[in-house]
């Protein structure tokens, strides 16, 4: 049976790649360097403990495996402007121990890219940076990597950022939800109107096991696959469908509050995919879950796992 390397598999967006392959009858094996994750691994799946940036237990762990799918970075707009030092090392120097080693054992993969690819902020600079080597390593040194880029993936098991949950980097949708549902005003950067796609997860990870059977049967695709939803929205149209799916929950809507733009960022940016692309990996964006749709179940996650995945911050009491 093939086994597949999902670096950062055991992530919001890799939990749920993982269940994308269980489902395809391949073994899944979770590279991850937090050895109490491994016991967040469903059933079915191998748990591999290593750390991306070290080159020798990548090597080990694609010594064993028949594919991959590169998923783990350090993430964060304006988080990793002040010390780009430790994403820039685990995001380029992680992605070139993963394509060296799937040079040495003509491993075929996916490696994920961002949206936002021409902000100049860590992350995104750190992500691009090793699109560029995939073609490179394609081209020169004969790789079967195929890339696929994503819009904003949201859904159910996404982790809350401070206060409400333990996460380090600020996402749109638990940080819009949370605040809705406890109570507490929705905060958006700028005017809102900047478009911000947002994907449903469970439509990413069957992008990217397609892209990875694509690789594995040798066609290795000369641009990016980009995913995205076949319609656009506004971040403030995002905050509002969040805002009145919480109001089910909790019967009142909550205030919209605007701040300045954060670092990294810019007001009128559009973070799209061009769907046509699908079209390499015989997919459409008109198939994937619709915004409300997804939203909903997102919302009503939260809403369900209150105390336990997030925990609610009420407001402070006004002064009598």
């Given at each position: 049976m093939q086994r597949i390397l999902i670096t950062g598999g055991a992530g919001f967006i890799g939990g749920y790649v993982v269940e994308e392959v269980l489902a395809s009858g391949r073994v899944p094996v979770v590279f991850d360097y937090r050895k109490e994750r491994a016991s967040h691994c469903p059933a079915g799946a191998e748990f591999f403990l290593g750390d991306i940036r070290d080159e020798v237990a990548v090597t080990e762990a694609m010594a064993h495996v028949d594919g991959w799918i590169h998923l783990?970075?350090?993430?964060?707009?304006?988080?990793?402007?002040?010390?780009p030092r430790p994403a820039a090392h685990s995001n380029v120097v992680g992605g070139l121990n993963i394509l060296e080693a799937a040079a040495q054992y003509h491993l075929p993969g996916v490696y994920i890219c961002v949206g936002n690819h021409w902000m100049?902020?860590?992350?995104?600079?750190?992500k691009t940076t090793v699109e560029r080597f995939v073609t490179m390593y394609n081209k020169e040194r004969g790789t079967r990597v195929n890339m696929v880029r994503a819009v904003n993936a949201y859904?159910?098991?996404q982790v809350a950022a401070a206060p409400f949950g333990p996460g380090k980097v600020r996402k749109i949708t638990p940080a819009f939800a949370c605040r809705?549902?406890?109570?507490?005003p929705i905060e958006i950067y700028g005017d809102g109107q900047q478009v911000s796609d947002m994907l449903y997860v469970g439509d990413l990870a069957t992008v990217l096991v397609a892209a990875l059977d694509a690789a594995e049967r040798g066609k290795v695709l000369e641009h990016v696959v980009e995913v995205g939803p076949a319609e656009h929205h506004t971040v403030l149209e995002v905050a509002r469908l969040v805002n009145l799916l919480a109001a089910e929950h909790t019967g009142t809507p909550v205030a919209i509050e605007h701040l300045s733009m954060r670092p990294g960022e810019n007001a009128g940016d559009r973070v799209t995919a061009d769907v046509s692309t699908l079209a390499a990996l015989g997919l459409d964006a008109r198939g994937f879950l619709p915004l409300e749709k997804g939203m909903r179940k997102t919302v009503d996650y939260f809403a369900a796992s209150e105390g336990s995945a997030w925990q609610a911050v009420l407001p402070a009491p006004t002064a009598a």
């Open positions: 783990a970075a350090v993430l964060g707009t304006q988080e990793t402007i002040m010390n100049n902020n860590t992350y995104s600079i750190s859904g159910p098991r809705a549902l406890s109570g507490r």
